[in-house]
């Protein structure tokens, strides 16, 4: 059989999928809204000429502020004024049920490319029974840790929390007696913000916890396995983590681990480049592993980011629009983003990629870890999301910083979402 050239497959692949939905009536040009910036602008371009070249159609981006608070604000404005000059939407993984009125259904038209994605991701972007958005790339956070570290003080990559504990405090205790007083066990984003319900959520859902509210709407967050998973975090601050973790974000975690001052650090993926960089403390000593379980019976749990492609449903040229879709969220167009710009596929074969195994290490790394992602639970609360999550957010900040035992504070959040669910969500 003749081997067919990259070239070839590219062109087979989208010949099918124009197959699939009929050849264009005319030429269009579509309008793409995306926040990306810099020079992902100009790798977009590079991106869809494939596409372009097989349709006859063409993509304008209509570049967006950095800001996933502002770009959320611009796109409500505009679906709900209607607006029919944007045929797709780039969307954060948590948007999808709080637009989802806005978008076409596209489980028909994705019926054979869904199956091939984490099937977490197409679930996140599932909403009553309608697939509203498709993964083109996504996110989910690990456990770094200092393989030299571990390695001199005869240490395992720990598997669940309580043996990264004990050997985040055995190994700072041991450092710092030799005198290195700056180093801390772990380090992890425990600011009042989203970012600490992407923490905390892996803790109870590792515990065994649940997911705060469930997919049917139970609000699950008041139970003895979270309680135990706040306290266990609790019981981090002052001891492997230093109290300004209170107040930290990515960067601030980040900026720690990359001098050298941590043994392990929960983080995204982004970090890995950045902590091999050059001027990095720690480059070419850390490792990357599936963040911690609770114990016996649970399992490790990684909240799931990412982004996502819809279409518009007020759009005139939704034909264009869906195939467009469908390629950006196909393997040619995942795998071309993988390699130039280190973004994680969704499609699940593509961790097994030898090309991309080459040319970016780091993605077989995250396959375990998004085998285990988890999704917030913006698809059963819909357009009340934020005012759940900062609830959630706040309550275990409390806990965290002693404002109240853990128990205390998700019973009255129970009470709050309880509340926020009875007026509608």
Known sequence: MMKMTGRALRSAALGALMAGLGAPAMAEELFYVSGAVGNAVENFKTLVKPWEEATGHTVTMVPMPASTTDQFGQYRLWLAAGASDIDLYQTDVIWAPQLADHFVDLTEVAKDLAPTHFPSIIESQTVNGKLVALPIFTDA????????????????????????????????????AAGDADIWGFVWQGNAYEGLTCNALE???????????????????NNENAVAALETAKGWVGTISPEGVLAYQEEEA?????????????????????????????????????????GEGSGSAATLGGWNVAVSKYSTKQEAAISLALYLAGPEAQKQRALTESNLPTIVSLYDDAEIAAAQPIIPQWKEVFLNAVPRPSAPTLGKYNEVSARFWSAVHSTLSGNGSAAENLELLEVELTDIKGSGW
């Open 141 to 176: 956070p690990a456990l770094y840790y200092r393989k030299d570290l571990l390695e001199k003080h005869g240490k395992a990559v720990p598997t669940t929390w309580a043996e990264m504990q004990e050997t985040a405090q055995f190994i700072q205790d041991a450092e710092r």
């Open 203 to 221: 803790w109870v859902k590792s515990f065994g916890g649940g997911q705060i509210v469930e997919a049917d709407g139970t609000i699950s967050v």
């Open 254 to 294: 980040r900026g720690l681990w990359q001098t050298g001052n941590a043994v392990f650090m929960r983080n995204w993926p982004y970090a890995y480049g950045l902590g091999n960089g050059e001027d990095s403390a720690v480059k070419g000593l850390f490792g990357v592993t599936p963040l911690p379980s609770g």
